[in-house]
């Protein structure tokens, strides 16, 4: 069963910085690429930033020059550093991955929680 697990969520004042951490578990195979998404109170769920196995990288025009996406050393981690950070930011995100398997659903993380206060 493939699991993705995030953390390093919290609250930060506007300006600051936070680091995400997402790690798969559950298979021997690299996903294609793997992507942060979030979604604020109200809002559709929106994509943040995409790596790919290989190393680019793309990233929402709200978040260019603030957030930096990259992938661990272990595989299947992708982390997402937040710099800059702003009230509007303010949002759960979620690590997501492609199903690797006919009967699997792409794969989704539970979330973590990101406030920025102003």
């Known amino acids: 069963q493939v699991q993705l697990v995030e953390s390093g969520g919290g609250l930060v004042q506007s300006g600051g910085s936070l680091r995400l951490s997402c790690a798969a578990s559950g298979t021997v195979f690299t996903f294609g690429h793997m992507d942060w998404y979030r979604q604020a109170p109200g809002k559709q769920r929106e994509l943040v930033a995409t790596?790919?196995?290989?190393?680019?990288?793309n990233y929402a025009d709200s978040v260019k020059g603030r957030f930096t996406i990259s992938r661990g050393d272990v595989k299947n981690t992708v982390y997402l550093q937040l710099n800059s950070l702003k009230p509007e930011d303010t949002a759960v995100y979620y690590c997501?991955?492609?199903?690797?398997?006919?009967?699997?659903?792409?794969?989704w993380g539970q979330g973590t929680q990101v406030t920025v206060s102003s």
């Open positions: 997501y991955a492609p199903s690797l398997y006919a009967q699997d659903p792409d794969y």
């Open positions: 790596i790919t196995n290989d190393g680019h990288t």
